[in-house]
Nanobody, 125 residues
Framework: QVQLVESGGGLVQAGGSLRLSCAAS????????MGWYRQAPGEQRELVAT???????KYADSVKGRFTVSRDNAKNTVYLQMNSLKATDTAVYYC???????????????????WGQGTQVTVSS
């Protein structure tokens, strides 16, 4: 009943910018945290940035000062503005929603987390 759909990935030269978007669909009542993770080939998935409904955000050290995460609570959408991209940012980026509450069959249910399908970001050097 809850789906996350990402968009905005692609190929960009080093130093360039990309903006990722992720929209959560379904009869959603609230989402505690929304954010982005990434996984490079042969590497483990790692946190990039996450943001609470209050706007409080947390970033991986590797992206601080270059990436900005934001969310539109009314649209259940999270964004990731990526500037000054480096080749080391190349990865599949996954959207994650944590602490979801959604309606199903007249009941308010809780889902610990939901993930998007991933979008490829490739930075050429």
């Amino acid at each position: 009943q809850v789906q996350l759909v990402e968009s905005g990935g692609g190929l960009v030269q080093a130093g360039g910018s990309l903006r990722l978007s992720c929209a959560a669909s379904g009869s959603i009542s609230s989402i505690t945290a929304m954010g982005w993770y990434r996984q490079a080939p042969g590497e483990q998935r790692e946190l990039v940035a996450t943001v609470l409904g209050s706007g409080l955000a947390k970033y991986a050290d590797s992206v601080k000062g270059r990436f900005t995460v934001s969310r539109d609570n009314a649209k259940n959408t999270v964004y990731l503005q990526m500037n000054s991209l480096k080749a080391t940012d190349t990865a599949v980026y996954y959207c994650r929603a944590g602490g979801l509450r959604y309606w199903s069959g007249g009941n308010l249910l809780r889902l610990d987390e939901s993930w998007g399908q991933g979008t490829q970001v490739t930075v050429s050097s």
